[in-house]
């Protein structure tokens, strides 16, 4: 079987160790595998490379992609899915494997409209918001990196009682805002999956405050309905007579080397997605749910909404009182 792996879309750490799995465990398999550089345009561009398994030394522990990703204006079109689906057919791919978020799995589906080929997503994306799989690859280090970020600003926030507005990456999921605002111990998370004005955020810094707390800190996800940190922050001071700190983490949180959960699950899925492909399984998402390993039809990933967990979110009045 001839098979090709791209990246697409935002990087995500831990793709490395996915381009690893599946070019060592597909070229173990009797099968060839070829690297796509620059995501879905690669393949316009045919910036197709065989791979072996040097090819894959020494990426396990870095961050990014070494494939390069990127979004293609001209693969959204109809025009450019079928130049690609000439390319793979000429070029005699069996098969196509795309390390991605929500956009690639719309890209994959998009392309199996004209071409007759074997195609498979992995969940490479630091926002943990595709369904089909209870982490995606990328998470777990971004939580982290967050985490990390967030207990230094905690220092300097207790050191002179300020309250802290720190803004996480999430455009429309919360799951990096929830799970780093729980662990943190943040006074208030603000994300797109819950509902709070402006009063309700006062409200709960004042009585943290009245409590004697020595410092606040709210979490909050990028894509709020109340807007970022910096709007937030502007209409809190406000409302507390008090000027709020923001910082926002941005980029920082998708770099660096991946962490022991991210390189395992991505170790898992790259290898699984080749048994898959050589069982004659293709169409969909390959993730981890409950601990098994499944696949999940494309368009499921993004009609379907991967809840937050209901219980421990009940919890956070509790937790940050």
């Excluded at 007759?116 to 982490?135: H, M, Q, S, V, W």
């Excluded at 970020?149 to 990456?169: C, Y």
């Excluded at 009063?199 to 807007?227: F, P, Y």
């Excluded at 993004?302 to 937050?308: I, N």
Aim: glycine share 12%; proline share 2%; aromatic share 6%.
């Amino acid at each position: 079987m001839k098979i090709a792996v791209l990246t697409s879309g935002g990087d995500a750490p831990a793709m490395n160790a996915a381009i690893r799995a599946i070019t060592r465990v597909g070229i173990h398999r009797n099968c060839e595998v070829y690297g796509v550089f620059g995501g879905f345009q690669g393949i316009l561009d045919q910036q197709i490379h065989e791979l072996n398994s040097r090819s894959v030394s020494r990426i396990l522990h870095r961050g990014g992609t070494f494939l390069t990703t990127g979004r293609s204006e001209e693969f959204k079109t109809e025009t450019g899915q079928k130049k690609a689906a000439k390319i793979l057919t000429d070029r005699g791919f069996d098969a196509l494997i795309a390390i991605g978020g929500d956009g690639t799995m719309r890209g994959l589906a998009a392309l199996s409209q004209h071409w007759n080929g074997k195609l498979i997503g992995l969940p490479g994306t630091i926002d943990n918001d595709l369904y089909g799989t209870d982490y995606t690859i990328g998470f777990d280090t971004a939580v982290n990196n967050a985490l990390e970020a967030l207990d230094k600003i905690r220092d300097t926030a207790e050191a002179f009682s300020r309250t802290f507005l720190v803004e996480v990456m999430g455009r429309h999921a919360g799951f990096i805002a929830f799970h780093v605002g729980v662990a943190t111990g943040a006074s208030a998370i603000l994300m797109p999956e819950t509902r709070t004005t402006i009063e309700e955020l006062a409200q709960t810094v004042m009585k943290a405050k009245e409590r004697a707390k020595s410092s606040v800190l709210v979490v909050v996800a990028e894509g709020d309905e109340l807007g970022n940190a910096d709007t937030i922050g502007k209409a809190l001071s406000v409302r507390i007579g008090e000027k709020c700190r923001v910082s926002v983490l941005g980029y920082i949180q998708r770099g660096g080397n991946p962490t022991h959960f991210d390189r395992l699950l991505a170790t898992k899925l790259g290898a699984f997605s080749i048994e898959c492909l050589l069982s004659g399984q293709s169409g969909g998402l390959v993730g981890e749910v409950n601990g098994e390993l499944v696949m999940t039809p494309f368009e499921e990933t993004w009609t379907k909404k991967k809840p937050l967990d209901q219980w421990l979110l009940g919890l956070l009045s509790e937790l940050s009182s």
